[in-house]
């Protein structure tokens, strides 16, 4: 399954809500994760199973989707939320995005 | 606090072999399915492998079939692979990872280890 993230570049103002997208060329059934990963930083995973929170990471992180569209949303940007963040699908081999690189404005 | 530390990156000339470890602590480390991923400079990311709990069962990418050897000690808590016939096209960092309980999303990674392939 080929995953296509987008946009690939991304800027907006520290409190906007933020939507980044990720589609699969197949359906996912909803085993679709996100990563974020800072500049020089291992990725660390925000959401798994689509939905699903990982301990730790703040509430203001989402995720949602179904079948081959699936989105990370970011209630009200942090200045700590820079970084580039990839999709990951573990239903039929194990896919990454791209990546969709959050900037600040 | 779950702790994964790669080790045994380097420079290493096209056709030569390397071989990582990664070192595993604060969780019982025979319990969990654990994998390499890759990321070349500026890229993005790739699984590499993956192995099961008791090392029994191991997966690859297609493009390291034959090349790359993945497994564990888990007496030692240590993750391997073992990467023979290297290429300039597998020079990345290297990561550690453990994937999530019963599913194969990654929940914890390594700082990772550069593997330069070149003469």
């Known amino acids: 399954i080929q995953l296509t993230q987008s946009p690939s570049l991304l800027s907006a103002s520290v409190g906007d809500r933020v939507t980044l997208s990720c589609k699969g060329s197949?359906?996912?059934?909803?085993?679709l994760a996100w990563y974020q990963q800072k500049l020089g930083e291992a990725p660390k995973l925000l959401i798994y199973?689509?939905?699903s929170l990982q301990t730790g990471i703040p509430s203001r992180f989402s995720g949602s989707g179904s079948g081959t569209d699936y989105t990370l949303t970011i209630s009200s940007l942090q200045p700590e939320d820079v970084a580039t963040y990839f999709c990951?699908?573990?239903?039929?081999?194990?896919?990454f995005g791209s990546g969709t690189k959050l900037e600040i404005k | 606090e779950v702790q994964l530390v790669e080790s045994g990156g380097g420079l290493v000339q096209p056709g030569r072999s390397l071989k990582l470890s990664c070192a595993a602590s604060?969780?019982?480390?025979?319990?969990?399915?654990m994998a390499w991923v890759c990321q070349a400079p500026t890229k993005g990311l790739e699984w590499v492998a993956s192995?099961?709990?008791?090392?029994?069962?191991?997966y690859y990418r297609d493009s390291v079939k034959g090349r790359f050897t993945i497994s564990r000690d888990n007496a030692k808590n240590t993750l391997y692979l073992q990467m023979d016939s290297l290429r300039s096209e597998d020079t990345a960092t290297y990561y550690c990872?453990?994937?999530?309980?019963?599913?194969?999303?990654?929940?914890?990674w390594g700082p990772g280890t550069m593997v330069t392939v070149s003469s």
């Open positions: 192995i099961s709990t008791g090392g029994g069962n191991t």
């Open positions: 604060g969780f019982t480390f025979s319990n969990y399915g």
């Open positions: 990951y699908q573990y239903n039929n081999g194990l896919t």
């Open positions: 197949q359906n996912i059934n909803n085993y």
């Open positions: 199973n689509t939905n």
């Open positions: 990872a453990r994937h999530g309980s019963g599913y194969w999303y990654f929940d914890f």
